[in-house]
């Protein structure tokens, strides 16, 4: 893959939507916020930005081939599951940053388990 292709995903509706819904988890879209601003500031190569609404035509017409997609986990759902495994079945590498919601699709994907948490000191 070319150095400096890769792009991002900026879940504007999502984070606006979460807000209205519990307001109380601004801490999430916060977190993502300042973790990608922190990474772009120490030359993370983004050079595409992609919404969420607009991500589906970007990848039938090709837009993303040979990128790095990065999206915040907070954007997850079945239906962005299902274009993730969509943009990985193409080739396309997907990174994805913050704490991962409970969607079985997404978990899959990333093939994570949930387990229970640990007991006792540390």
Same mark, same amino acid.
């Given at each position: ?5 890769? @792009?991002?995903? !900026?879940?504007? /509706?999502? %984070? ?11 801490? @999430?879209? %916060? ?42 986990? @907070? ?38 388990? /949930? @387990? ?5 000191? !540390?």
């Amino acid at each position: 893959m070319p150095q400096g292709r890769s @792009s991002g995903s !900026i879940p504007f /509706r999502e %984070y606006h939507r979460a807000m209205e819904t519990k307001p109380t988890d601004i801490d @999430s879209a %916060y977190f993502e916020g300042w973790l990608v601003t922190g990474a772009v500031n120490d030359g993370l190569p983004l050079n595409t930005l992609v919404s969420t609404d607009d991500a589906p035509g970007a990848l039938a017409s090709g837009a993303l081939d040979g990128r790095v997609v990065l999206t915040p986990a @907070s954007a997850l759902s079945a239906r962005s599951g299902t274009l993730i495994e969509s943009m990985l079945n193409r080739g396309i590498d997907v990174v994805v940053y913050g704490a991962v919601p409970a969607v079985p699709t997404v978990e899959r994907l990333l093939n994570l388990h /949930r @387990s229970e948490p640990g007991l006792g000191a !540390i």
